[in-house]
């Protein structure tokens, strides 16, 4: 992880937001290389999920043909919408403070073990580097009992880790904080609401509060009757959207696994409450299968159905697809997307008001007139079927990815060390980026051999024609397996060489970054070439 990090910041991948200013905790900048990586994996989203989706077409496991259209919906949007959603009231973490350190922890994220000596024991917590995460133990414990490292037999270890969530409060009085070094520091856990708020407008007070959305769905559940009424869309379809969503996480961490701003790629799928089931296992497939096809290998890509107390407040059933990040502990696995069953509970909720979906039937509070409350927006938001004139609230299927998170796993799969001859035949160690030509950043790079005998020339030609339909690099300096080199870092998947044969006979070498198979190709012939195999 930490030579792909190096490799991110080195050749612009990405970079620590603000960092001229010592960067701020969460947030972070795609350099020139990572904003072709990630738009290259939203526009393979958008066109297989949205834009090229064939509705005419029965899909493989589909219940049936089904259409898809996009929306982009504003950040701030009406705080109703999120007291509606359920965000103002549960969209929380739960927190602990150190009085000692001042510093702030997710409770379900301090992770420690218990160490006795003799009668006494603490509760030793840490937040090491996990694969350290024992000797961090014992080093913590040592000196909690002024021990020296030759009296370790004196200390008893338990044997798993506990989180500090699983503790009871007469527990927590024996946990030595990751920051401290007496026991019995940190604070009762408390409500965190993680949505950013901000004022709008001239008002400085509470009337003029508004939040940065905490995701993008929302905006689909709030613009359903409008699609609805702008479209000739028909129940079963989906709305995609990509946008930027704003969480106030407790802990940051992992380079941009969880950020505090990040991207989402979210549909909401709606279809006929009897049919969910099937669409539900269909869109869990299909998702899975988008991941697979853009190169993120079986072994380390699962999908884990969610145990019924992880389900978010308004899921009916969730999955999980999940990635084994190289900065989780051996045989974790991180969330790269949901998806979720989320019934009918959100346009329910926005037409009628907050509700629990635990609660059904639906209990409506009734106000002093004896008529229901409405504290959603009141308005229709059932689909009445012009077929079969029957009217419905849809359910929703909803597949939730996260682009900053696709990047990180495309870019941690991508990564390889291996040997490569340079010019004169002799094998070099080479660090490849092995990404998929679809979201590779470059295409393809141009190099004229030597920069005279009129190669150059023919390479910024071939440049100039690739130019009009992808990103292409052009590099005239330094050796060229040097230059080679350089492409294989940042996943460059083809490289284009003119020499001395192409002035004889008009043909430039085709290198493959993988398979290092080199192949001659009229330079008339390079920009379909090309096309094909990137395509
Ligand atoms: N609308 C449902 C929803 O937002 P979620 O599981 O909270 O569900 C969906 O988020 C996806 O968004 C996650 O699977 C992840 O890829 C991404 N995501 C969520 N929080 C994130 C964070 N703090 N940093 C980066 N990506 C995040």
């Not at 919408?81 to 510093?103: A, I, P, Q, T």
């Not at 905006?219 to 946008?243: E, H, M, W, Y």
């Not at 339909?469 to 294989?488: C, H, P, S, T």
């Amino acid at each position: 992880m930490e030579k792909l990090v190096s490799l991110c910041k080195r050749r612009g991948f990405m970079f620590q937001s603000s960092e001229i200013y010592g960067g701020l905790n969460g947030f972070w900048d795609y350099g020139p290389l990572g904003v072709e990586l990630k738009r290259n994996i939203k526009d393979a989203w958008w066109h297989d999920m949205c834009q090229g989706h064939n509705e005419l077409v029965q899909p493989q496991g589909a219940p049936s043909p089904y259409e898809m259209v996009g929306l982009d919906c504003t950040i701030l949007m009406h705080p109703q919408v999120w007291k509606c959603s359920g965000h103002y009231d549960l969209f929380h973490d739960f927190m602990v403070d150190c009085r000692l350190s001042k510093k702030r922890y997710r409770f379900d994220q301090v992770r420690g073990k218990w160490v006795s000596r003799g009668e006494q024991k603490v509760f030793v917590t840490v937040v090491a580097d996990p694969e350290n995460e024992n000797d961090e133990v014992t080093r913590r414990a040592l000196k909690f009992f002024n021990l020296r490292s030759k009296n370790a037999d004196e200390l008893t270890l338990a044997d798993s880790f506990q989180s500090l969530d699983k503790l009871t409060a007469e527990e927590r009085t024996f946990v030595l904080a990751p920051d401290a070094n007496e026991i019995n520091t940190l604070t009762d856990p408390r409500e965190f609401n993680l949505m950013f708020k901000t004022y709008v407008g001239a008002l400085s007070g509470e009337e003029g509060a508004a939040f940065l959305r905490p995701e993008t769905a929302q905006g689909i559940f709030v613009n359903f009757k409008n699609v609805l009424d702008s479209t000739r869309v028909r129940v079963p379809f989906g709305v995609a959207q990509v946008g930027k969503s704003f969480r106030n996480e407790i802990t940051p961490r992992n380079f941009t696994f969880r950020s505090r701003e990040f991207e989402q790629m979210e549909i909401e799928f709606f279809c006929h409450p009897e049919q969910s089931p099937e669409w539900y296992a269909y869109w869990r497939n299909r998702r899975l299968k988008w991941y697979t096809e853009l190169g993120l290998s079986g072994d380390r890509l699962r999908m884990r159905e969610h145990d019924q107390d992880e389900l978010s407040h308004y899921s009916c059933g969730t999955a999980d697809i999940e990635y084994a990040f190289p900065f989780l502990p051996e045989g974790e696995y991180g969330e790269l997307e949901g998806i979720a069953h989320r019934g009918d509970f959100d346009l329910r909720s926005h037409s009628e008001g907050k509700l629990d979906p635990r609660e059904r039937p639906l209990k409506l509070e009734l106000n002093e007139h004896g008529q229901p409350k409405h504290r959603g927006s009141g308005k229709d938001l059932s689909y009445r079927d012009d077929l079969t004139n029957e009217r419905y609230i849809p359910h929703v299927i909803e597949p939730s990815a996260g682009a900053d998170r696709a990047t990180l796993a495309f870019l941690c799969e991508a990564y390889h060390e291996d040997q490569a001859p340079d010019e004169d035949g002799k094998m070099q160690s080479r660090v490849v980026m092995k990404l998929h030509p679809r979201i590779a950043p470059y295409k393809a790079a141009v190099f004229p051999l030597v920069k005279k005998d009129g190669m150059p020339e023919i390479a910024k030609d071939i440049y100039g024609a690739l130019k009009k339909k992808f990103n292409v690099f052009y590099d005239e300096k330094a050796a060229v397996g040097r230059r080679y080199r350089r492409q294989d870092e940042v996943g460059t998947p083809y490289c284009i060489t003119v020499d001395s044969q192409s002035l004889q006979d008009q043909t430039v070498t085709i290198r493959d970054r993988d398979t290092l198979e080199q192949w001659r190709v009229k330079v008339d012939d390079v920009v379909a070439e090309i096309e094909g195999r990137v395509s």
